[in-house]
């Protein structure tokens, strides 16, 4: 990426230079401290501070970013051994800066090369802070609400010593169906790989990457969602969660098997990094359609898998989409082309959770939200694995989520549980 000052008044073939190169029209945009993105609050930011809060086994990393009014926004914070380098930035970039420019700030960093996860956090903080400054809910900020709720979905399996008897599937879809709503997320490639004494993979090497499933494989797949179908009906929508474990060739063969039990969507059937291109001939060649995203990052990375139309719902990871900026960039283009948006979530820490639910209350094509352990740590103790650090928890109603209402991302963190607090900038 070009990394050329910031021209105040491009001319048109310096423009055109900066497109050649990647910069585009970022480049044109007018620095900071321009009278033009003056705030008439001359509210400024001030100051943003690292925090780390712990409850009982659990900890949590929190980005503050301060503003001179008093008010403050807030962002779960990830990859922490990078964090000096994001204090460097804040000083030379966000320091002073008025923290209503959101889109500004944003681009500003892209170009910096900050880490796409550190200006996910900080944007998700500057989007709280606006609204808490304006008194108005996120998604109220990215264009109003276009739903009144947000439905979610989960893993779901029987028991682990049931996971081989069809009952057991038939009966949880039988549970899942008196449900409004229901949706359960199986990966049985996972699962079979677990039983752990029978033959999982075929030995053909691909050279694409991924593998073939045996015969047995392929079946116990089409069981799980026969079965759930059985029990279920048409009252729950099922999806095969896959963490990209086949070769193309491998997810058509179990593709084909599963197309008559009119799946929501199977996830990665193929590797996405590895190559786009063989998932998108998993989605050519199949009704099921195909969800991929979790393991991409930002605009460029989605930009090209709608391109070679490899999927037909992207699952956002919010700690790596740049924030809600960039994110709703995503999901606009996703709809230009007829793409759903479901955004993936597992682990990531439960701030990161409500802001993406406010993209999917402003984003008319989203699907569905995952919903899937919001504390960090998966490994830890199952007690934790409702937040524990929020003023007001987090509140389901069954398979939906309906947002607090409340100024900023509608959540807040409480400081009393901080034991550690450090000064980015």
Known sequence: MDHQPISNQPNRRELLKQSVLGAGALASLPSLNLPLLAAASDSRIEALELLVLQRNREQRRVLKVISSTGAAGFADFPDLDYAP????????????????????????????????????????????????????PVYELLGGPVRDRIRIYYYGKPPKHQLENEDAWRALGRKLA???????????????????????????????????????????NEMVFRCLREGAGDKVDLIHGGHGQCSAEGAIATCKRLEQYDLFWIEEPTSPTSSMDEMAKVAAATTVPVAT???????????????????????????NVGGLTEARKIATLAELRGIQIAPHFFSYGPLTWVAMANLCMATPNVL??????????????????????????????????????????????????????????
Not at 200 to 211: H, I
Not at 297 to 319: C, H, M, V, W, Y
């Open 293 to 319: 995203g979790e393991n991409l990052q930002g605009l460029e990375d989605f930009t090209r898998l709608i391109d070679k139309r490899a999927a037909s719902i992207l699952n956002l990871p919010p700690p």
């Open 178 to 220: 008196t449900q409004p709503g229901a949706v359960v997320k199986v990966d049985p490639w996972l699962v079979f790989e677990r039983f752990g004494d029978r033959k999982v993979w075929e030995d053909t090497v691909y050279e694409a990457g991924g593998r073939m499933p045996t015969k047995e494989n392929i079946a116990y």
């Open 368 to 425: 569905i939200l995952e919903a899937n352990t919001l504390r960090e740590n998966p490994s830890g103790p199952k007690g934790l694995n409702k937040n524990q650090f929020f003023k007001e928890p987090i509140q389901f109603d069954g398979y939906y989520f309906v947002p607090s209402g409340k100024p900023g991302l509608g959540y807040e963190y409480d400081e009393k549980f901080v034991v550690s607090r450090k000064r980015f900038a």
């Open 85 to 136: 380098a994001l204090g460097g930035v804040a000083k030379e970039h966000l320091i002073d800066a008025n923290p209503s420019a959101v889109e500004a700030i944003w681009s500003t960093m892209r170009r910096a090369g900050v880490l796409c996860s550190h200006r996910t956090a900080v944007d998700y903080a500057l989007w709280d802070l606006l609204g808490r400054e304006t008194g108005k």
